[in-house]
């Protein structure tokens, strides 16, 4: 299905455009910058935009977590903060927005979503398992590979090609996944790890249909399928304006269905569920419940706050009802989709289909004189924050880290700058801003030297690292 083919919301019911479906009630002053700050604090900084403070930041895209805009209700949420150490009323607050929205059974809430990676990837990874997922995250691979368990990516082949238009590109490959298990057998799977709208693909959504006939192949063998539920609430979006049987099925009936097919699953509520901090796990069976709240307690806090105040839960759980409002997601949504387009029809290298919460830059597009241990992507980055101030992540090689076995870097083929858009924070004319200083970048694409890394931090080193500009 070509991508113009897709249905908006809006183009189902009959009407012509989206807004957003709230007004500014606070606003937050921005500062720009002068070019000659810009190249000061980037030499600062090390060339990695995680380094430059956010008061040297113009419009902040480098990710959408935790940097939301709460709602009046959300704040006002704050206010009935219970901080009880133990059973705080906000706690089955957010337990019952958890179950209600998501169907799960037992709830362990987490300080974010790495938190919960950490617990399940402890609690049923024995040493020398094999994790099978659509694509890696940073974080839960690693997680998976610190509790002994070996990641093998068994995302469909189309995941890999930034021009490929498949409408679920996050979608996990049958045959890869069947070959693994039987090559392996079966008692070699901790389990499947399964992401709504694949993070490093360029936020590319999973279909029904595919989670369906994983939730099958998985009861074949036996296996455990676990869900990455970050942001499930996009990807509920795109199987609504994609799938067939789905249009104008509400959102919140197509995550709960979602869910419905999997085991459990874990939440960085810093994303979908519109608040700054917060996550949780959520399971079905009781005895791997009862496991994973004895150790939310060493590692995070007592079982009803697990790392998160009162007044953090409270917010979260009105923040869980918000996300699925029809609405709000499809402006969500639709305020990507508005800047991934604009670029895409000025002949920008981007990830197509645009995915959920980000545009992805092509970067070895933008600069296919550079090498991939050049750092492209990484370059692509500071050059975008000195034309303007703008800031965006690398995903690609340096994110992508090292092999813990060989030792050697890992060469992802997505070389990617992503462009992430926080929910509810900038506005359209923030877009077009972005979009112009991206076109100017890529007018000037051919000088970029690229970069060499200096300093290599042990773990997800793109947090840390360190480069100079490559000698021309
Ligand atoms: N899973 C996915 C798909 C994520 O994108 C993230 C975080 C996590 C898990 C971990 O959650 O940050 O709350 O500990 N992604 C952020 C990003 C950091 O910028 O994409 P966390």
Redesign the pocket.
């Known amino acids: 299905m070509a991508e113009h083919q897709f249905k908006t919301m809006g183009e189902q019911s009959g009407r012509r455009s989206w807004a957003e479906p709230w007004k500014i009630k606070m606003v937050e002053p921005l500062r720009m910058t002068t070019p000659e700050e810009r190249q000061k604090a980037l030499v600062e900084a090390g060339y990695n935009t995680f380094l430059l403070r956010s008061a040297e930041v113009y419009i902040d895209l480098?990710?959408?977590?935790?940097t939301s805009a709460m709602s009046d209700r959300q704040w006002a949420g704050l206010m009935l903060g219970d901080e009880a150490y133990a059973g705080s009323v906000n706690y089955y607050h957010l337990e019952t927005a958890i179950q209600e929205v998501y169907g799960y059974k037992y709830i362990v809430p987490t300080?974010?979503?790495?938190?919960?990676?950490h617990l399940i990837s402890q609690a049923v990874i024995q040493k020398g398992q094999y994790v099978p997922g659509n694509m890696y995250?940073?974080?839960?691979r690693l997680h998976q590979e610190l509790a002994g368990g070996i990641f093998v990516d068994v995302i469909v082949d189309e995941a890999h090609d930034p021009e490929n238009l498949n409408p679920f590109k996050g979608n996990i490959d049958l045959d890869k996944l069947e070959s693994l298990i039987k090559e392996k057998g079966p008692e070699q799977i901790a389990y499947v790890s399964l992401?709504?709208?694949?993070?490093m693909a360029g936020g590319q959504p999973v279909s029904m249909a595919n989670v369906k006939a994983l939730r099958a192949l998985c009861d074949r063998y036996g296996i455990k399928l676990y869900l990455?539920a970050?942001?499930m609430v996009e990807n509920a979006y795109f199987i609504q304006c994609r799938e067939e049987g789905y249009e104008g099925k509400p959102v919140a009936a197509i995550l709960k269905e979602f869910c419905s097919y999997t085991d459990g699953a874990?939440?960085?509520?810093?994303?979908d569920h519109l608040v700054n901090?917060?996550?949780w796990l959520a399971i079905n069976d009781y005895p791997l419940f009862e496991e994973l709240r004895n150790l939310v307690v060493i590692y995070e806090g007592l079982h009803t706050y697990g790392g998160m105040a009162g007044r953090d839960m409270e917010a979260m759980a009105i923040g869980i009802y918000e996300s699925i409002q029809d609405d709000h997601i499809r402006a969500r949504v639709g305020q990507v989709q508005y800047l991934g387009d604009l670029l895409r029809d000025w002949g920008i290298p981007v990830v197509q289909p645009i995915g959920g919460?980000a545009v992805f830059l092509d970067a070895r597009k933008f600069y296919p004189h550079l090498s991939q241990d050049l750092f492209p992507s990484q370059t692509l980055a500071a050059e975008l924050y000195l034309d303007s101030g703008i800031r965006s992540?690398e995903r690609g090689i340096v994110s992508a880290g090292r092999d813990p076995h060989t030792g050697q870097h890992r060469y992802p083929k997505l070389e990617l700058t992503?462009l992430?858009i926080p929910r509810r924070v900038y506005t359209e004319a923030h877009m077009d801003v972005v979009a112009e200083s991206v076109k100017a970048v890529y007018q000037n694409a051919s000088k970029a030297t690229g970069l060499n890394m200096v300093y290599e931090p042990k773990y997800l080193r793109f947090f840390q690292a360190r480069f100079v500009p490559a000698a021309r």
């Open positions: 480098l990710t959408d977590s935790g300080h974010q979503g790495r938190g919960a990676e995250f940073t974080t839960t992401a709504g709208t694949v993070n990455d970050t942001r874990w939440m960085s509520g810093k994303k901090i917060g996550g919460h992540m992503r992430t």
